[in-house]
């Protein structure tokens, strides 16, 4: 066990006393989300005692790059100079007081378990050396399937799609608290998850698989159990992205998306989910970068629209917890005003915490400056300070900011835990096509399997490749299996390649990604069928690649390319599973997209 986290309780409280000696701390289980009892009057003596500087710097949540709070690699310090003006995590929270840091696998945060430990412990000193000793809310994007910041040997379980293809709200539940129990393990308490969108778009380049499914009731109840496993699990959980993003062709990290639903479209299709979250006590809720003309006829962004963020999600829907802007870095948020008018247009618009600047000191010093001039008042800035400091509260910041090596031992990546996930995932492979009973496969007849399709890069740097893993998989289960990449544009050389490796194979399985008309994946897969052999087909992202190929054989939807999805996926080929999903969304057919080619809840069993 590391030094620095042999940190004894008597040791941890004498940190924290001189900023919540008043915050009494609750009686719970070890795990229903180490809630503390909020005491008001003590926050609210908090922030009376911060500078203006202070609680600028606790409305935002910044990223920075490296595995450690203090000694960075030499490259993560150049970076953190470059954008911040800081060389690592403890500078970062000195010099801007941050109230929350964002863990990305980009910047070199997640490696694995136990450093994601140590760098939450070494954020959290730095903070409890700042004159208010205020706790950081580490946050981070782990949703789960497609979206995952942190991967094995931490748990990864199905993803929001998956979840939605199963129907199950227990599966939803326990996924979601192994989720927050792992992450609460290695100091992560704010998720950004679940996904409240109803993706009623199959054309949404942004959300898809990322949401439960196109039935908005569907979702909600959904939604719900996630809430509840989330926060349950030690994490607060936070439903993005409000009002709903669920009907755009465009991608807010580049575009600024409009939703054309009238205010009653909105109301039936995209408001159920954050009801719903809202009423099982959401912790926080993420803004969408979309423009909403019915909600607000000045057709500023979500993120920037009091009539939406004030007036519907406050007011209308009563909720009084913590909103987060969506990335401040995404162009959608971008696109009308300049990154110094954001933050403080955000803030006016109701928004609590500011995530992810692309310029801290930039956003900082402007609402450091908005107060000054009078645009923004001490008294606004203090309504989002105690909604912060409450949700730290609720979380046990205040108590004990710390994780241990033995508590990541304990919780992360457990054997039941990565068990529960198979299982999850097993109910959540939906099998669409299957002429002539081709599934299940057998070692006896069919055992020697070529395994070819496209590789995306795993969703946390740790799994994959998918053609290995579903080769593995199958070979694990008394197959002969061999892979090879074709990728998600294969050339002509390449599918030559798989067409001369098919020969002589007793099958093909075949994994896709996104098929699209003009797609050479469409192309592999017919000189494929061409062959002979008989072609069994893995959509590994999103389910409507079936109606691009409408003669294979057998066809299933996997909803996403981890080791646990895929893994499932092969044992339903093997028919040591059952498949048990079905369709969370319709599948349009591809030569006719007003008519629906599978339903919702369609989905073949053996």
Not at 287 to 307: G, K, N, Q, R
Not at 497 to 509: F, K, L, N, P, Y
Request: one cysteine or more; proline letters at 6%; glycine letters at 8%.
């Amino acid at each position: 066990m590391s030094d620095r986290l042999r940190t004894s309780r008597r040791t941890l409280l004498a940190a924290t006393a001189g900023s919540a000696a008043a915050v009494a701390v609750g009686a719970g289980s070890a795990h229903a989300a180490e809630e503390s009892t909020v005491n008001r009057t003590a926050l609210r003596s908090l922030i009376d005692r911060m500078s203006l500087e202070e609680k600028v710097g606790q409305l935002f949540v910044m990223r920075v790059y490296g595995h450690s709070a203090t000694e960075p690699d030499q490259a993560d310090v150049d970076k953190n100079l470059e954008e911040a003006g800081v060389r690592n995590a403890a500078e970062l929270v000195a010099k801007y007081r941050v109230g929350g840091i964002i863990y990305f696998g980009w910047a070199h945060n997640t490696r694995e378990p136990h450093q994601i430990a140590d760098l939450s412990n070494g954020i959290q000193r730095a903070a409890l050396r700042q004159p208010s000793r205020v706790p950081v809310l580490i946050s981070t994007d782990q949703e789960h399937g497609i979206v995952a910041r942190v991967g094995e040997p931490a748990t990864l379980v199905p993803g929001a799609m998956a979840l939605g293809a199963s129907g199950s709200r227990a599966d939803a539940r326990k996924a979601a608290r192994i989720a927050g129990r792992e992450l609460a393990a290695m100091g992560i308490r704010q998720n950004y998850a679940p996904v409240a969108d109803v993706n009623v778009n199959p054309a949404n380049p942004v959300i898809g698989v990322r949401s439960f499914g196109s039935d908005p009731q569907a979702v909600a109840r959904l939604v719900e159990a996630q809430v509840e496993g989330y926060e349950s699990g030690g994490v607060a959980a936070t439903c993005k992205h409000f009002p709903g993003h669920g009907d755009t062709k465009d991608d807010s990290h580049y575009s600024l998306p409009t939703i054309h639903h009238t205010r009653e479209e909105w109301q039936r299709l995209d408001a159920p989910p954050f009801e719903a979250a809202i009423a099982a006590g959401i912790d926080s809720v993420m803004t969408a970068h979309i423009v909403v003309p019915a909600l607000d006829p000045a057709e500023d962004p979500a993120t920037l629209s009091a009539p939406i963020l004030t007036g519907i999600l406050r007011e209308q829907l009563g909720y009084d917890g913590v909103v987060v802007t969506d990335s401040l870095g995404m162009q959608g948020v971008r696109t009308k005003y300049g990154d110094d008018r954001v933050p403080v247009l955000a803030l006016n618009a109701g928004v609590d915490q500011l995530l992810n600047p692309p310029k801290p000191e930039v956003a900082w010093n402007a609402v450091l400056q908005a107060v000054k001039d009078g645009e923004l008042t001490e008294e606004r800035l203090d309504e989002s300070i105690l909604r912060i400091l409450e949700l730290k509260a609720r979380r046990g910041l205040f108590r004990n900011p710390y994780v241990t090596h033995a508590r990541v031992e304990r919780e992360v990546g457990t054997r039941a835990h990565r068990a529960a996930a198979d299982r999850i995932a097993e109910r959540t492979t939906t099998l669409l096509v299957n002429e002539g009973g081709l599934l299940p496969l057998s070692p006896r007849g069919q055992r020697d399997v070529l395994v070819v399709g496209a590789d995306p890069a795993s969703p946390s740097g740790t799994t994959g490749p998918p053609t290995t893993v579903l080769a593995d998989a199958l070979t694990g289960l008394g197959f002969t299996a061999t892979a090879l990449s074709t990728g998600t544009a294969p050339s002509a050389a390449k599918i030559d390649e798989a067409v001369a490796a098919a020969a002589g194979r007793d099958a093909v399985v075949v994994g896709t990604y996104n098929v699209t008309a003009s797609s050479s994946q469409r192309t592999l897969v017919e000189r494929l069928r061409a062959t002979g052999v008989p072609v069994v087909a893995v959509a590994i992202r999103n389910p409507y690649d079936v109606a691009q190929l409408p003669e294979v054989a057998a066809h299933l939807a996997a909803y996403s390319w981890t080791d646990t999805e895929l893994r499932a996926a092969a044992r339903v080929i093997a028919g040591r599973a059952e498949p048990e999903g079905r369709l969370p969304v319709p599948v349009q057919r591809a030569d006719d997209p007003g008519r629906v080619l599978y339903p919702v809840g369609y989905g073949l069993s053996y």
